[in-house]
């Protein structure tokens, strides 16, 4: 495959039944997911307290998304359900694909404190999260373009893989 090849929606999970967008061109990541394509389709998710690390390579076209529900994973657990684990994988796969680790932009989304009783506690899960991206994007040395992060409110996100275009909405 050379760098310029578009790569079709691959998606790697916990459920790997669901292999590749719909005939809309959609997928849906439900939490411990991930997917990374090349091609024109629509990643979409909502977090609340789940954090999801949109990856772009503009060089390649190649981007990815993945939405993880708890900050580190413990020992021998490699379930994209951890942040530390479903970014590094996020990372391994667009690399697998001809993504370029140190040209990848991310965005860092969600970490909202939703549940009512924990407003204005300090290190609520979702805090925990966006740190958890937070320490592996600078520990592989990856640019953060921008954090759409906190607040108390769920977020519905839409990513386009193959351009790097992102939409936010507050729910």
């Keep these: 495959m050379t760098a310029t090849a578009r790569v079709q929606p691959v998606h790697a ?4 039944s669901r292999t590749s967008a719909d005939a809309q061109g959609k997928i849906y990541l439900h ?11 629509t990643i979409t998710t909502i977090l609340g307290s789940c954090v999801s690390v949109c990856l772009y390579d503009p060089t390649t076209r190649l981007g990815g998304l993945n939405h993880f529900l708890l900050p580190t994973a413990p020992a021998h657990d490699q379930s994209p359900r951890y942040g530390d684990v479903a970014l590094m994988q996020l990372i391994e796969m ?7 680790r140190h040209l990848l932009t991310a965005t860092v989304i969600g970490g909202a404190c939703v549940l009512e009783a924990y ?3 300090r290190g609520h899960i979702g805090t925990q999260n966006v740190r ?3 320490s592996v994007l600078q520990q592989q040395r990856i640019a953060v373009s921008t954090t759409l992060v ?4 769920a977020r519905k996100l839409r990513f386009r893989p193959d351009t790097g275009y992102l939409m936010v909405n507050t729910l």
């Design 132 to 134: 958890a991206a937070l």
């Design 150 to 153: 906190g607040g108390a409110r």
């Design 94 to 100: 667009l690399e697998s694909h001809g993504a370029n």
């Design 119 to 121: 407003h204005g506690v």
């Design 31 to 41: 939490p411990g997911e991930f997917a990374v394509a090349g091609v024109p389709c």
């Design 13 to 16: 999970a916990k459920y790997p």
